[in-house]
């Protein structure tokens, strides 16, 4: 709960300030930002917490005796630049999607990455379809956006459990990038 | 442009001028005309109500909406998931048309600014979705976030209306949802964020998408609507989701379009997730 409180502040305050309508300075809108952000880095230490301790095998179930890996999950948060330094920088990553609706749901994941192939598993291991689109040129130029991709990866996530999560493997491979015509 | 499966979504682009023509989902075809345009804010000295500028608080355009562009600069990206357009109207409005496989509505990703500054006016910029529907003054809005609510233009329930500001007095906060009917069409467009919206024609909508207002409207900020990041003018982006199709249940897939929506407003606004994990240099067959 102490993890959640920053965040909870940080709406509280910007719920009773009309916040982000435009109706405050633009040195309070920067505040406000900045205040927001350091609640969703609190959140990130619950979510990973709870998302490690759903994902991790019990002795019980464990057939391997190897140790397992353990993951730390992490997010980011400049997507809406079409912006990742994550994966753009790493070879082989894991996406983990949760679902927080009470229904089945489908989902099309878009991550920057940089000019490459890349192969995508699903949870049982299979590869699945996924497309590297360009990132519009428009976007390339927004200011501050500090990040060398130049295509996005897409892939389905697909029929996700009810407050659940499927984890996908994604994989630079050593193809050769085709080109546009291609 | 079309994955050729029953579920999915297709646009039309006029070759010519780079604009949206036609969209469907449902398997019916709506002819759609959608461009952006800008008003200029009022500028006056706010020592009266009449000579209030527009600002932060206050949406109050002179005269008519201005075209941003009458052509748009395009490309195609087609694929086996995803298929985009990709439209550039000048330097700084541009967009993405986008369908996804087995998706049964058209995604319209929009990216606005940096706004210039080059009159002394201001620019509020709004996208405007125009169509041959018959919505006879009628639109909905979803304005508490919960039920639709009627509108009617240029009307009030319950006194004799003449208005001084046609456009903004038109205007009503859009929360996630905007839509238009005729007969048993819907036309509905759900945004990714709280907009302010309106039809100011039958069969159009439109929706505010960023502002730069110069000037001050003297209610408490003291401050113009001028946002800067990185010594620049803000950038905007987002979404709308587009769908049209019949309010009973004679959709494809036996749903009426009321339902489409909510289940896709439920996907967008609550979307799933994304968390990202090192594998600490495993390959596939070891993590697994």
Known sequence: ?182 | MSENDIEDAEIQINPATGLVTQITTNQRHLKLDQEFFYYKGFVGDNKKVTNRSSGAYIFRPTGEAVKVAEKAKFTLQKGFLVSEVHQQFNDWVSQIVRIYRNENYVEFDWLIGPIPTDDANGKEIITRYKTSLNSDSVFYTDSNGRELIKRVRNFRPTWKLKLQEPAAGNYYPVTSKILLRSGQDEFAVLTDRAQGGSSLSDGEIELMLHRECLHDDSFGVGEALVEKAFNKGLVARGSHYLVYGSTSNTNPDGRSVATQERVLAQNKLLSAWTFLSSTQGLSFSEYK
């Open chain 1, 1 to 182: 709960r102490v993890d959640l409180n920053v965040l909870r502040g940080a709406m509280g305050v910007m719920q009773h300030h009309d916040a982000v309508t435009g109706t405050e300075k633009e040195h309070v809108a920067q505040d406000y930002t900045r205040i927001l952000s350091q609640g969703l880095d609190e959140c990130e230490i619950i979510t990973n917490e709870a998302l490690r301790q759903l994902s991790s095998t019990t002795d019980q179930q464990r057939v391997d005796p190897e140790p397992s890996v353990v993951l730390n999950f992490t997010t980011c948060r400049l997507l809406n630049v079409s912006q990742c330094e994550f994966t753009e920088t790493q070879d082989t990553f894991v996406v983990t999607i949760y679902n927080p609706l009470s229904r089945l749901v489908t989902k099309f994941v878009r991550l920057p990455v940089q000019k490459s192939n890349y192969t995508v598993h699903d949870p049982n291991g299979d590869l699945i379809p996924s497309q590297l689109i360009p990132i519009a040129e428009p976007i390339l130029k927004i200011p501050g956006r500090q990040s060398e991709a130049v295509l996005e990866l897409v892939f389905q996530a697909k029929d996700i459990s009810p407050l659940g999560f499927k984890s996908y493997f994604v994989q630079k491979s050593a193809e050769k990038v085709p080109t546009q015509e291609e």
